[in-house]
């Protein structure tokens, strides 16, 4: 009966602690590792449907081999 009491609990242990922490060391990563990918779907997401816009404009602008040509072409030189 005495031995019982002063044994520590459980929860004290070395090996509980070490293994609490690993488990709460990885459960952070996953969660910094998920709004991670997430941050990175909706950037993309974004660049998409800006990349369709400007593949619109690029239809328009660039139909005369690029924005270079489109530039020189509208530059007057006066000889």
């Known amino acids: ?7 520590a609990p ?4 070395w090996w509980f602690l070490l ?6 060391l990885i ?3 996953l969660v910094v590792f998920a ?7 909706k950037k993309y997401k974004n660049c998409s449907t800006g990349k369709t816009i ?4 690029e239809s328009v602008t660039l139909d005369n081999g690029g924005f270079t040509a489109l530039e020189l072409n509208s530059r007057h030189l006066n000889i």
């Open 1 to 7: 009966v005495l031995s019982a009491q002063t044994e």
């Open 27 to 29: 459960l952070i990563l």
């Open 35 to 41: 709004l991670v990918l997430h941050g990175q779907s």
């Open 54 to 57: 400007s593949n619109m404009e």
């Open 10 to 13: 459980f929860y004290e242990e």
């Open 19 to 24: 293994v609490m922490a690993l488990s709460s």
